[in-house]
């Protein structure tokens, strides 16, 4: 079983910054991608940007050239870095591991955070 462990979200005004930290505790060998989806109220959760144990990188549109996604491997740790937020970007923020390797056993499981709020003020 893997626990992830989600900080930094909060309140901070239009044009501000935010950094999520997720690391995945438990018996784990790798993780394939790491990375963060969102769901506004009355919303449908939405990817917003995964990455790779090898770099590799995805971000949705609405992100790009604003927010930043990066891993620490040998911490299991993925970070989201947030530049000019939008009240459009306030939503919980869920972290998810996907692709993860258990020592001895050949199946890969998929975990997801409990999610943290990130409030955008204009």
């Known amino acids: 079983q893997v626990h992830l462990v989600e900080s930094g979200g909060g309140l901070v005004q239009a044009g501000g910054s935010l950094r999520l930290s997720c690391t995945a505790f438990g018996n784990i060998f790798s993780i394939h991608t790491m990375g963060w989806h969102r769901q506004a109220p009355g919303e449908q959760r939405e990817l917003v940007a995964t990455?790779?144990?090898?770099?590799?990188?995805n971000y949705a549109d609405s992100v790009k050239g604003r927010f930043t996604i990066s891993r620490d491997n040998a911490k299991n740790t993925v970070y989201l870095q947030m530049n000019s937020l939008k009240p459009e970007d306030t939503a919980v923020y869920y972290c998810?591991?996907?692709?993860?390797?258990?020592?001895?056993?050949?199946?890969?499981?998929?975990?997801w955070g409990q999610g943290t709020q990130v409030t955008v003020s204009s």
């Open positions: 990455i790779t144990g090898g770099g590799n990188t």
């Open positions: 998810n591991a996907d692709g993860v390797v258990h020592p001895g056993r050949p199946q890969l499981f998929d975990y």
